[in-house]
Nanobody
C-alpha cells in the first residue's frame, strides 16, 4: 500500500485545515488508518485513528473535540478535519495504515506497517 498525504499548509490560530491521505496499491480493504505528527525536536506522537469500518475512532487527548477523523473507503481516502488549531499543533503530519491492527495498539506508531510521506502544518499565533 502506498499512502499520499496532502492538505497541509499555513493557518492562523483558530483556523481549520483538512488533511487527506489517499491509499493505492494492490490491497485496498481491511486496513486501519492513523494520523501521527512530529514537531521539531520532539518524538512522533499519535493524533487520531480509525477502524476499517469507520465505526471506531480514537483521539489523543490534546486534539479531542477539535479534530475529527473519517474515511471514504470508496475513494480509499482518510481525512483529518482540524478545527480550532493552535500553535502547538504545528508539526509534520503523517498518515499510516495497517491490515492487522489490534485495538490496544492503534495509538502506537510501531503497530503500523505503511506510512505516507508527511505534510507540514504550521499554525501561526
Amino acid at each position: 500500500v502506498q499512502l499520499q498525504a496532502s492538505g497541509g499548509g499555513l493557518v492562523q490560530a483558530g483556523g481549520s485545515l483538512r488533511l487527506s491521505c489517499a491509499a493505492s496499491g494492490r490491497r485496498y480493504t481491511g486496513y486501519s488508518m492513523g494520523w501521527f505528527r512530529q514537531a521539531p525536536g520532539k518524538e512522533r506522537e499519535f493524533v487520531a485513528a480509525i477502524s476499517w469500518s469507520g465505526g471506531d475512532t480514537y483521539y489523543a487527548d490534546s486534539v479531542k473535540g477539535r479534530f475529527s477523523i473519517s474515511r471514504d473507503n470508496a475513494k480509499n481516502t482518510v481525512y483529518l478535519q482540524m478545527n480550532s488549531l493552535k500553535p502547538e499543533d504545528t508539526a509534520v503530519y503523517y498518515c499510516a495504515a495497517d491490515f492487522h491492527m489490534i485495538q490496544s495498539s492503534i495509538r502506537t506508531s510501531d503497530a503500523y506497517d505503511y506510512w505516507g510521506q508527511g505534510t507540514q502544518v504550521t499554525v501561526s499565533s
